[in-house]
Nanobody
Framework: QVHLVESGGGLVQAGGSLRLSCAASGSIFRINVMGWYRQAPGKQRELVATITSGGSTNYADSVKGRFTISRDNAKKMGYLQMDSLKPEDTGVYYC???????????????WGQGTQVTVSS
């Protein structure tokens, strides 16, 4: 019953922008760290950015200065603002969150289904 759902992916030209959203739903007691990962064709999934419950952020070197991760705890939403997109940013982007849930009580990492981002040159 607990889900993360990404949205906002699409096709953009190099230099353009996209804003990805991640909606958390279900019997969630607490959202700890949230993050975004991506997987390019033929490559392993890699970390893009993370944000703690207190707002501390970390970014992969390849996206520093171009991407911004944020969250809205009241709305149970996470975001990834992507600016100055490059063709090498192309891939499936996944939302990830460490959640404490109840009924039944447990704590573990959850993943969204992914949203495709394609950047054309």
């Amino acid at each position: 019953q607990v889900h993360l759902v990404e949205s906002g992916g699409g096709l953009v030209q190099a230099g353009g922008s996209l804003r990805l959203s991640c909606a958390a739903s279900g019997s969630i007691f607490r959202i700890n760290v949230m993050g975004w990962y991506r997987q390019a064709p033929g490559k392993q999934r890699e970390l893009v950015a993370t944000i703690t419950s207190g707002g501390s952020t970390n970014y992969a070197d390849s996206v520093k200065g171009r991407f911004t991760i944020s969250r809205d705890n009241a709305k149970k939403m996470g975001y990834l603002q992507m600016d100055s997109l490059k063709p090498e940013d192309t891939g499936v982007y996944y939302c990830n969150a460490d959640l404490v849930v109840y009924s039944p009580w447990e704590s573990r990492l959850y993943w969204g289904q992914g949203t495709q981002v394609t950047v054309s040159s």
